[in-house]
T-cell receptor
Framework: GIQVEQSPPDLILQEGANSTLRCNFS?????LQWFHQNPWGQLINLFY???GTKQNGRLSATTVATERYSLLYISSSQTTDSGVYFC????????????FGTGTRLTIIP | EAGVTQFPSHSVIEKGQTVTLRCDPI?????LYWYRRVMGKEIKFLLH????????ESGMPNNRFLAERTGGTYSTLKVQPAELEDSGVYFC???????????FGQGTRLTVV
């Protein structure tokens, strides 16, 4: 099946810093989504971005489908940004189920 | 518009007991999925309903897990009997016909002691 790798696995930053999270995938995809799992375990949709670039406030994401990677940018980090960020993909010839990466644990220090 | 809703948010049960998790998808979404994250590992697919039919249940770990979606609306996931390794967070997601963006519920944290 499709492989999804996220880097870095852990990231500790001072409040106000910027960060870039990466997601590499091994095959063509129909769907790519970024999620934030907050400290309470809730999985929050961030972006639906099978290709191109999107921005939502301090967050933006870019997927380069031809090179099989996606980047999530967080600017001016806040402590509420802490948690685990997951990338999930649906293969191009898949069956509508998402395969998740192992996540990046982001800790923002005040 | 209400999002995907899951009940309960947290359940603590003893090994050998039965637990039933419920998921109410976004209204009008034909696709309903169950996923889970156990022991801090990656989130794994369990199964996929299209309306009331099981489209794919390849991720169900064993026959102690039973999912239903009667009438094509809400879904239940029953674990009977629960084992310690079933502890984790169970997520439900839904999407429109054609399977575009999936929207996730807040999850049910299951703790088996």
């Amino acid at each position: 099946g499709i492989q999804v790798e996220q880097s870095p696995p852990d990231l500790i930053l001072q409040e106000g810093a910027n960060s870039t999270l990466r997601c590499n995938f091994s095959d063509s995809v129909n769907n790519l989504q970024w999620f934030h799992q907050n400290p309470w375990g809730q999985l929050i949709n961030l972006f639906y971005i099978p290709s191109g670039t999107k921005q939502n406030g301090r967050l933006s994401a870019t997927t380069v489908a031809t090179e099989r990677y996606s980047l999530l940018y967080i600017s001016s980090s806040q402590t509420t940004d802490s948690g685990v960020y997951f990338c999930a993909v649906e293969p191009f010839f898949g069956n509508e189920k998402l395969t998740f990466g192992t996540g990046t644990r982001l800790t923002i220090i005040p | 518009e209400a999002g995907v809703t899951q009940f309960p948010s947290h359940s603590v049960i003893e090994k050998g007991q039965t637990v039933t998790l419920r998921c109410d998808p976004i209204s009008g979404h034909d696709n309903l999925y169950w996923y889970r994250r156990v022991m801090g590992k990656e989130i794994k697919f369990l199964l996929h309903f299209v309306k009331e039919s099981k489209q794919d249940e390849s991720g169900m770990p064993n026959n102690r897990f039973l999912a239903e979606r009667t009438g094509g609306t809400y879904s239940t996931l029953k674990v009977q009997p629960a084992e310690l390794e079933d502890s984790g967070v169970y997520f439900c997601a839904s999407s429109q016909e054609g399977g575009t963006e999936a929207f996730f519920g807040q999850g049910t944290r299951l703790t088996v002691v």
